[in-house]
């Protein structure tokens, strides 16, 4: 990919510009099954970190284009053809949507479970959190991997990966942390906690 193209989320995920909403979902999934590692021919074209940073800017692209809000300013700053490629990159992006929706936070769920108090106080001294645990979590407090990917606003693909810890359908390593991030916020967790010891685990998992 041309380092001229690496901000057109359009030409990553091959959507013109007027493309409907169904569309951008459709050619997310499209491109994230071509450059999964589950897809061994890709290794015949790109090497395993071309493909993996390959799969870090389609992500993007999705977060971007996915986002009805994000999708505008973004769409303001690419036609315009003032902007500079900083100001087209994701993290240019979110910025600017934070200054339109300062108080924008990560929905928490409704407390719609019967409470175990026996779990809850495992919960709360627990210090070993890998991706069976906060499956267990997610599963006690009956939310779905649906109702959490609307929550996080992270794909539901990603979010049974990350409790199946397999690194072979995940981001590079520091996006991985982000929805870990996030999971645990939407489960009402110690984000850090969970966070700091997932990755050691994650990490061990990818050998380093």
């Given at each position: 990919?041309q380092a001229t193209?690496?901000?057109?989320?359009?030409e990553?995920?091959?959507l013109?510009a007027?493309?409907?909403?169904?569309?951008?979902?459709?050619?997310?999934?499209?491109?994230?099954?071509?450059?999964s590692?589950?897809?061994p021919?890709?290794?015949?074209?790109?090497?395993e970190q071309?493909?993996r940073e390959l799969?870090?800017?389609?992500?993007?692209?999705?977060?971007?284009?996915?986002?009805?809000?994000?999708?505008?300013?973004?769409?303001q700053?690419?036609?315009?053809g003032?902007?500079?490629l900083?100001?087209l990159?994701?993290?240019?992006?979110l910025?600017?949507?934070?200054?339109v929706?300062?108080e924008?936070?990560?929905?928490?769920?409704?407390?719609a479970?019967?409470?175990d108090?026996?779990?809850?106080?495992?919960i709360?001294?627990?210090?070993?959190?890998d991706g069976a645990?906060?499956k267990?979590?997610?599963?006690?407090k009956?939310?779905?991997?649906?109702r959490?990917?609307e929550?996080t606003k992270?794909?539901?693909?990603?979010?049974?990966?990350?409790e199946?810890m397999?690194?072979?359908?995940l981001?590079?390593?520091?996006f991985v942390r982000?929805?870990?991030?996030?999971?645990?916020?939407?489960?009402?967790?110690?984000?850090?906690?969970?966070?700091?010891?997932y990755?050691?685990?994650?990490?061990?998992?990818?050998?380093?």
């Open positions: 990919m193209s690496r901000y057109n989320y359009y990553v995920l091959e013109t007027n493309a409907p909403q169904h569309e951008v979902t459709t050619a997310y999934e499209r491109a994230r099954s071509t450059y590692g589950d897809n021919a890709i290794y015949t074209i790109f090497s071309e493909a799969l870090v800017v389609i992500e993007e692209a999705y977060q971007v284009l996915g986002n009805k809000i994000l999708r505008n300013i973004y769409d700053r690419l036609l315009s003032r902007s500079s900083n100001d990159t994701y993290e240019s992006i910025e600017a949507s934070k200054q929706f300062p924008t936070k990560v929905e928490k769920p409704a407390a479970y019967q409470k108090e026996s779990f809850e106080k495992e709360a001294a627990r210090t070993d959190w645990f906060l267990k979590v997610r599963e006690y009956k939310i779905t991997t649906q959490m990917s929550i992270i794909n539901s693909y990603y979010v049974t990966a990350i199946n397999d690194p072979g359908n981001p590079v390593v520091v982000g929805y870990v991030v996030q999971i645990a916020k939407a489960l009402g967790l110690d984000e850090k906690k969970v966070a700091d010891s990755m050691t685990h994650f990490k061990n998992k990818l050998g380093k």
